[in-house]
């Protein structure tokens, strides 16, 4: 038996889309495998296995039985599922504390006339809080029945076009202007490339490479009736794409590359065609908007009026889920005397702070370096199934009693357990390795090292630990409920109209304000 003594040396053929030229490319230009990114690969396993066992064992053990409803799942734990978790129970937080500490405040609003159209013109102030100091500038408007036109400011500005398109901006733009579920889209989108339809879909890169034949595949689209004319007018006005920062030297930025000649669902037609649409809106130029800005003195307060309209719709006109409001350009000239319509002086607040969205959780995600491009879809799903956080029918995300108890007896002991950054510390020594400036080893001893202290923390304070989870858990069962129940309330702010002459008197309190009824208005 004889024996070779040449050594053999191991390759990849990488390709991005299942097209025949794509493959054959590939085949025809093997490459060497990157040791470094299999390496990361491999300590993002162990680290992720480890931890889970570790920590899932604790939860299990010691701070399930605090749990009143019957529940035969593991109290599990992962190191981007915590953090995750953790921006959804923060958020509902911000929500909670609005609702039960709401901040009025008190503007005043002018409308004017101008020829026969009637406009609405905006205080600088914004608003105050004092309702008395607020009534004070309305009452000293009275004897000024015209607003005099102070200042006129003309600006130009890009609106810069989308960059190419990441898994992230795709499950992103699916949620919001789809409606759709993240892991529903992940799961359509990956139909589509593995029919050969788009490439692949799992990318961190927002670049195209420079030699990249856009051509090509603007003309495989031309043929298609949706989207054929918007490829063949790109294809004839072809801008450079924007370059990103990001790349994981695997593969480019998702693009369409035929037209399928017939669709499985609609929602498999919506998210091609967004694909596309997205495609195109790289390949454009900026919008270019115009806005007026013109202020207004009215009794020695300054108001203004905005409008804008676009001069260049750019890729607009192909990427059109996303539109700037214009409003209509009234011409005023300096000095000039405009009739005052009303005046009104009106009790607001501020717009309550609401609930992740599951496109917001994914963009704080990926700012947050929160798992991967291939798995963004995968910990929200996985944070439902384990019952940590619920979706409800407006595609806001809530958390339950046990998530919401879990973030906040973990951030009761200060040691950011439930925080992102050591997650995004352990994403950024991965992504050293893939590059070749650290070695794995010392990777996963340096984290290893970090969990076992942040763990041995944990363990001494286990008894305080568990009684607050289960304080927070009878609290948050109570909080989720009433939120659960919670129906938007119909308009009841306090309008104060000017009439022609108002009385003030006031006592030390600023919401104790009585106003002459025959002068004033109150609805």
Request: glycine share 4%.
């Amino acid at each position: 038996m004889f024996r070779s003594k040449q050594r053999h040396t191991n390759t990849e053929n990488c390709f991005s889309a299942l097209s025949y030229e794509d493959i054959i490319k590939a085949f025809n230009n093997p490459s060497n495998i990157n040791r470094n990114e299999a390496m990361a690969a491999k300590i993002r396993r162990e680290i992720d296995l480890r931890l889970g066992g570790v920590f899932s064992h604790f939860q299990t053990l010691k701070m399930k039985k605090y749990i009143e409803e019957k529940r035969e799942e593991v109290l599990s734990y992962g190191p981007c599922q915590l953090p995750t978790l953790g921006f959804v129970v923060h958020s509902f937080l911000k929500a909670q504390k609005y609702n039960n500490y709401p901040e009025k405040c008190w503007k005043i609003d002018v409308h004017i006339k101008k020829g026969d159209k009637s406009l609405q013109i905006k205080w600088n102030r914004k608003h105050l809080f004092c309702k008395v100091s607020c009534f004070g500038q309305f009452a000293s408007m009275f004897d000024f029945p015209s607003a005099i036109v102070t200042d006129i400011q003309i600006t130009e500005s890009e609106v810069t076009k989308p960059q190419p398109l990441t898994t992230a901006t795709h499950l992103i733009n699916c949620c919001k202007y789809l409606k759709l579920k993240a892991s529903r889209a992940m799961a359509i989108t990956e139909n589509l490339y593995n029919n050969g339809f788009i490439s692949y879909p799992r990318t961190e890169t927002d670049s195209f490479p420079d030699n990249f034949n856009f051509v090509d595949i603007l003309t495989n689209l031309t043929i298609d009736r949706e989207v054929g004319g918007m490829a063949y007018e790109v294809l004839n006005s072809l801008q450079k794409p924007l370059k990103g920062n990001c790349t994981d030297n695997a593969h480019t930025p998702i693009y369409p590359i035929v037209c399928p000649s017939e669709f499985n669902s609609k929602e498999e037609k919506d998210v091609f065609y967004l694909i596309c649409r997205h495609f195109f809106a790289v390949l454009s130029s900026n919008c270019l908007v115009t806005t007026k800005t013109t202020e207004f003195d009215v009794g020695g307060e300054l108001f203004h009026y905005k409008s804008k309209t676009i001069k260049q719709i750019g890729f607009m006109k192909y990427f059109d889920y996303f539109k700037i409001k214009e409003k209509s350009d009234i011409d005023f000239s300096m000095n000039e005397n405009i009739e005052v319509e009303s005046i009104k002086m009106v009790n607001t607040s501020y717009k309550k702070p609401e609930l992740l969205s599951e496109y917001e959780l994914i963009d704080k995600m990926n700012k947050k370096k929160i798992g991967t491009d291939a798995t963004f879809h995968q910990h929200i799903s996985k944070l439902v199934e384990r019952k940590y956080i619920k979706i409800d029918g407006n595609g806001k995300i809530l958390p339950t009693a046990v998530g919401a108890a879990l973030v906040a007896a973990y951030e009761k002991l200060r040691i950011g357990f439930a925080r992102p950054q050591l997650m995004a510390d352990l994403e950024q020594s991965l992504r050293e390795i893939s590059e070749g400036k650290r070695k794995s080893d010392d990777v996963l001893k340096d984290f290893i090292r970090r969990y076992m202290e942040i763990f041995e923390k944990i363990y001494i304070n286990a008894d305080s630990l568990c009684i607050e989870f289960s304080k927070a858990i009878k609290k948050f069962s109570e909080d989720i409920e009433l939120n659960s129940q919670e129906k938007t309330p119909e308009n009841t702010q306090e309008t104060i109209e000017m009439d022609d002459e108002v009385s003030l008197t006031t006592d030390t309190r600023a919401d104790d304000i009585n106003v002459d009824r025959k002068s004033c208005i109150i609805s």
